[in-house]
């Protein structure tokens, strides 16, 4: 009878420990990352609690000398197996061309430090000509910047 007792007790312990583990790694809502002409800084929003995380999502991002500020409502993304893909529209010209950045963000689980890694922004120019003739030449040519990038957990 002890003995059973003694091994409900030391699983009980195993699992709150495990519990308190996986409890200590939480999603990072703050990534700024940072490339040859090229900054970002990307706050990721709740919409809900107050005072722990930003109330909308915002991008800002700098290309060279030209600064760009986006929010949730502009910026588009999409899950994939390594993590998300943040897009966001520089500039269009119906009929002509839509320009875009992207930025690869991995999946991260933070522990007590804030966590660096590498990642790419992503400069497309899509053409979209309103001509007659199909277009020569690349169709969507796209530029990779190489970023150094940190991701942590804010309280705002």
């Not at 420990?17 to 990534?31: E, F, K, V």
């Not at 929003?45 to 030209?66: D, F, H, V, W, Y």
């Amino acid at each position: 009878m002890a003995v059973k007792k003694l091994s409900l007790l030391g699983a009980g312990l195993i699992g709150l420990g495990l519990n308190g583990a996986a409890g200590a790694a939480q999603m990072p809502n703050y990534y700024e990352c940072s490339g040859r002409n090229a900054s970002l800084t990307l706050a990721i929003g709740s919409n809900a609690q107050a005072g722990i995380l930003p109330a909308e999502t915002t991008l800002n991002l700098r290309i060279g000398p030209k600064s760009y500020r986006f929010g949730q409502k502009e910026i588009t993304t999409e899950s994939t197996l390594v993590g998300d893909l943040w897009e966001v529209a520089l500039e269009h010209i119906p009929d002509l061309y839509l320009k875009h950045a992207t930025v690869i963000i991995p999946t991260i689980a933070l522990g007590q430090e804030p966590v660096k890694f590498k990642s790419q922004l992503i400069l497309t120019k899509v053409n979209t000509p309103f001509a007659p003739l199909p277009f020569e030449g690349v169709v969507n040519p796209s530029r990779y910047i190489d970023l150094n990038c940190m991701a942590s957990m804010v309280y705002y």
